[in-house]
Nanobody, 120 residues
């Protein structure tokens, strides 16, 4: 099993920046990639981006390209989501997830989520 814990969410104003963290523990060696997703009230879950542990290959969703950056610290089993130029439409619960296969079409493990609220 792999446990994921997100942190760093909060209330910010439009244009601000925020960095989310995801701490992975347990059998992390079986994971190959980490993803970030978000879900706003009444909307479907949206892919934000993903990063491969080995090599750092990155993917981003269209709505966040150029504003969000994913990074990793393999030694600490940490993944980060740096969010810049935040907009009210970025308000959502943000989840990190771990994939055990590449490409990361499916994610086997999920965190509990952290709320990000962007006021206008």
């Amino acid at each position: 099993q792999v446990q994921l814990v997100e942190s760093g969410g909060g209330l910010v104003q439009a244009g601000d920046s925020l960095r989310l963290s995801c701490a992975a523990s347990g059998r992390t060696s079986q994971t190959v990639a980490m993803g970030w997703f978000r879900q706003a009230p009444g909307k479907e879950r949206e892919f934000v981006g993903a990063i491969r542990w080995s090599g750092g290959t990155l993917y981003y969703g269209d709505s966040v390209k150029g504003r969000f950056t994913i990074s990793r610290d393999n030694a600490k089993n940490m993944v980060y989501l740096q969010m810049n130029s935040l907009k009210p439409e970025d308000t959502a619960v943000y989840y990190c997830a771990a994939a055990v296969r590449w490409p990361p079409i499916e994610y086997a493990y999920w965190g509990q989520g952290t709320q990000v609220t962007v006021s206008s």
